[in-house]
């Protein structure tokens, strides 16, 4: 084999492993991106899940037997929770870990149980409960 035939291919060789490793990179970031992109998204839906069940809470909180609720609260408290079950519902990245702690029906169970008797407490401990578990399955 001639010098210049091996000089040769070192070069090439040298050209495609630059080459290469290039797309590997570029793979590998892309990938990177991907896993980043899914585990923001993740947690701005775990964010978007907490925020409806406290809005949620907060207002089944301005019910009681005693309270006297103009048609604007009343209206706000039912959207509240109804943007509760909708944001269960409307979960994509979580969805699994929505099931897997049953979320839309605890809460379902808790307000269904609090329009019963209006056990403040009780209602306190089943959101703690819940909003304890969603923020357990975001860090997790």
Known sequence: MQQ???????????????????????RMSRKTQRE?????????EFRELLAALTNSYIHLLSESPLAVLDADQVRAN??????????????????S???????????????????????VMALQRRYLSLSSDIVKSALS
């Open 4 to 26: 210049t035939t091996a000089t040769l291919i070192v070069a090439l060789a040298g050209i495609a492993g630059t080459f290469g490793s290039g797309i590997a990179s570029q």
């Open 78 to 95: 039912l959207e509240a929770k109804l943007g509760m079950f909708k944001t269960v519902q409307d979960r994509i990245l979580i969805a």
């Open 36 to 44: 980043l992109w899914n585990l923001d998204n993740r947690k701005q």
């Open 97 to 119: 870990d929505v099931n897997l702690i049953n979320i839309g029906g605890r809460w379902e169970e808790a307000v269904r149980e609090y329009t019963k008797d209006y056990d």
